[in-house]
């Protein structure tokens, strides 16, 4: 069809008394600007180039709406679904570390009890309670480290081909898992943000640390002879 057959039959009045269709102009920002800033720096930037370059009138110029998205009630609407997702991950990742927490806390309490002779030998020969404690957090650290390292080779990896592996599970399962239309984008975003997979890291190395806290303070407390004795 004709673009002016559509704009006619489409399109609404414009300031001049003209059927004009809407068009909209989407600006992406960089980390470290806020929208406040930056419309006002484009309304400048549009009205020099509509009074220079289109030669508009005040009223025409004035026709345009600079906005944030977050003012569109669609895109609010898909917005806040997916910070709902986000939610429900934060809280499966709380629950995640909380069972990592106890694992770790059963494994290393485990070992403790297991060696009792020779943590009474390592106390006898002069080391301190607090050596002791070091050594069972310092392994619970590296549990932590080893466990974070590795899941970030491999979450970093995912991301990446997140789309290729969504396509083969469509077609193991015979469904389409991710649907474009709903959230308006055409493939699956596979960006990492950094300060995601820092916050994550430290999550991870200080849950091996709190499940590794209570068996080293029991591993400190014993005293040489009953450790010995045990055996």
Known sequence: LPFDYLRDLIGTAGPDGKKQCLGRIQIYLRPGYTPAGVIEDVRLVWEKFANETLNWSEDQVNFAYIFPSMQIPQFRLITGAIYQQLAIMQIILGLICLVTALLIFVILFMIVMRKRR???????????RRAVAILFLSYGTLIGLAGSAFGVVLGIWATYNIN????????????????????????????????????????GILTALLGALLPAIRAARLQPVEALRYE
């Open 118 to 128: 020779d943590i009474g030998i390592i106390r006898a020969v002069g080391s301190s």
């Open 164 to 203: 290729l592996i969504e396509t083969i599970l469509a077609k193991l399962l015979g469904f389409k898992i991710w649907k474009s239309g709903v959230y308006l984008f055409s493939e699956i975003p596979n960006e990492v943000d950094a300060s995601a997979v820092t916050w994550i890291v430290f999550a």
